[in-house]
């Protein structure tokens, strides 16, 4: 396939480490598995798939026919005779719900061992499940002190996670979804990135930290919409309505439904219609006996951020606040449970001055439920709305960024040293604000 072939070691001859190391050596690369289960090595060595998986043993057997693929249970050796070593062995969860670390800090204090023997560099590749800052944390000070050799000098340590679902795994490794490949800096990927040239989706070069996280945002994402999809067929069952209809219209939508919309961290959300549709939902689920804790923890958790907001605009311990954005969401002048109003009445309860720039909203204009929803809650919003953004954040001491609208070069040239900038809607990198001033975002 025109891969520059290396030579490497897998650790832990599971799910993940035997499809790994049957896949590379089907993409001609020479490698060796390593387990402490002699029984896994042996089924190995004769050509057999330690494990049940679609496609696998036809791998496994071909390559050990092509003489791609050994097993052994001497990590020294195998650290030894390789370029690059993938640690994918189980990190299961305690009872009390913390990870269990154990095998993956034997590992690598037995890869150390390896590398100190080693005349040349080596690459150590983590793929087994590890929260955030672990990579760091643990896997590089074992790896130090066992070696006695320096990280990003003598050895490179990576993270690379994996996205393979049992049952497809073989072919969820040949076409991911994306492939990630994490390190402290750039230059220590030169080998990880060599050996996935064969990769026919996008490579996101990532820190280790940012690596690690990708994997629990994908997997808790996944459990939510299955949670998600089986309360909603619980209660569509209920109400006596056709389940496989539903979410067969509902999968066809690629625009809204199936897509990267409503993905982006960054408010609450708001409107006139998810926080009274997950109400009614709700509702009618108490009607009919039914506990559906999912969607019993959505307007839970969206309260939570909205606290969240309030929280850190008030940690400034300043009391003069310019809020940018007001309606639910930008290009609209919808107020209606907009969390920027709630917080916007949480803020006035502390004592906070306000003012509020929003170019889509003029209260001369509002209308309808729009207008009484915004009377009820803060009757003399008349008196805080300023169509000067200049105005506004001139007089501020805090400035809540709240709606993409706003212009961050216009800004820049308003704002002051001493001012606070709070960003609620996670602008991306190029448009955040470039001054002297501090700026903290509410997820990031």
């Not at 390190?183 to 996101?204: M, N």
């Not at 170019?359 to 008349?382: A, T, W, Y």
Request: aromatic share 6%; net charge negative.
């Amino acid at each position: 396939m025109g891969v520059r072939t290396r030579q490497v070691s897998v650790f832990g001859l599971g799910y993940v480490g035997s499809v790994t190391a049957a896949c590379f050596a089907h993409l001609g690369h020479s490698v060796i598995g390593v387990d402490v289960n002699p029984a896994k090595v042996e089924m190995l060595e004769a050509g057999q798939s330690p494990i049940v998986e679609v496609g696998l043993g036809d791998l496994i057997a071909e390559g050990r026919q092509a003489c791609h693929l050994h097993a052994t249970t001497d990590t020294t050796s195998a650290v030894c005779e390789t370029d690059l070593s993938f640690v994918c062995v189980g990190t299961p969860s305690q009872r009390n719900g913390k990870l269990d670390l154990w095998h993956v800090e034997q590992v690598c204090r037995e890869i150390g061992q390896g590398i100190a023997k080693k005349g040349s560099s080596h690459v150590v590749v983590l793929r087994s499940t590890v929260l955030p800052g672990t990579t760091k944390s643990l896997a590089l000070p074992v790896l130090e002190q066992s070696s006695g050799k320096c990280a990003g000098v003598d050895f490179d340590l990576c993270y690379n996670p994996e996205f393979m679902r049992e049952g497809t795994a073989v072919e969820d490794f040949f076409h991911p979804p994306y492939t990630v490949l994490g390190a402290e800096l750039p230059e220590q990927l030169g080998l990880l990135r060599d050996l996935y040239q064969w990769s026919p989706t996008s490579i996101w070069e990532t820190s280790l930290a940012d690596a690690e996280m990708i994997k629990y945002m994908s997997n808790a994402f996944h459990a939510v919409k299955v949670g998600f999809a089986n309360e909603m067929g619980t209660l569509a069952k209920h109400l006596g309505v056709d389940t496989q209809m539903v979410t067969k219209v509902f999968l066809s939508d690629t625009k809204l439904n199936i897509s990267h919309r409503y993905l982006s961290p960054g408010f609450a959300f708001g409107g006139s219609c998810l926080p009274k549709d997950i109400r009614a939902l709700q509702y009618r689920a108490k009607e009919l006996d039914l506990r559906l804790p999912l969607l019993e923890s959505v307007l839970l958790s969206n309260s939570e951020h909205i606290a969240r907001g309030v929280d850190l605009v008030l940690r400034t311990g300043k009391r003069k606040v310019g809020l940018l954005g007001l309606s639910f969401k930008a290009g609209t002048d919808d107020l209606r449970e907009s969390p920027h109003v709630l917080l916007v009445k949480r803020l006035l309860g502390e004592g906070c001055q306000i003012r509020i720039w929003d170019p889509q909203v003029s209260l001369g204009q509002l209308v309808g439920s729009n207008r009484q929803f915004i009377e009820q809650v803060i009757p003399h919003i008349g008196s805080l709305l300023s169509p000067d953004l200049r105005e506004v954040v001139e007089t501020a001491e805090v400035v809540v960024i709240g709606t993409h609208s706003v212009e961050t070069e216009k800004l820049n040239g308003n704002l002051r040293p001493e001012q606070i900038v709070v960003d609620l809607v996670s602008l991306e990198k190029s448009q955040r604000i470039n001054t002297t001033a501090v700026c903290e975002g509410i997820c990031w």
